[in-house]
């Protein structure tokens, strides 16, 4: 991908940390993104990154963004009210270690119709973005519902921007770092 005004000249994330699972990790092949703490990996949980923060770099940090959730249902088939606690949980010790920072949750992008796991679907992750807009709300949390430029009318993914209806091609990571900024500047 070429470097754009969004990854390397524009200030905006000059001041961010990201916390997220393998969608996130991506950001780590974004040469921009080389000296931006970025605590992301394949099948990050929540419950595993607020165990992580102790021992994560993360300097002179305005703004964290977090994308998390989809492990937490893949693997522990977890219940909104745990979904919701854990989030919480997360954002919490987020405040206290980071308490002038502004946070910043991600919807859970949805996933291509032709994606097929058991646990996984676009009529389950939209009833956790429901619950985790709704807490986002009433803790004065900002809420970015990042679908919009992947998503196909019916709300799933786009094929055509994943490789395996899940996660987004390396591509496609300026139009989602650029939906990020736009939320949060004109929120």
Known sequence: MAETKETSEHSFFQTAAFIG???TQGLTLLEAFDTRPIMANLGLTLAKAKNNLEDWKADRVETI?????????????????????????????L????????????????V??????????????TTFNAALKEYCLQHEVL?????????LEDGSLNPNF???GLHLFYQFYGAW???LEYIVEYS
């Open 143 to 151: 809420f970015a519902e990042i679908c919009q430029p992947f998503c």
């Open 95 to 110: 405040r206290e270690r980071f308490p002038t920072a502004v946070l910043v949750v991600q919807s859970i992008l949805p």
């Open 162 to 164: 994943s490789p395996d």
């Open 65 to 93: 963004f977090i994308l998390l959730g989809i492990n937490d249902m893949t693997y522990y088939d977890m219940d909104i009210e745990t979904y919701i606690t854990r989030y919480d949980d997360l954002l919490s010790a």
């Open 177 to 179: 770092l650029a939906q």
């Open 21 to 23: 699972d393998s969608i």
């Open 112 to 125: 291509a119709s032709t994606y097929n796991h058991p646990k996984i679907n676009n009529e389950i992750i």
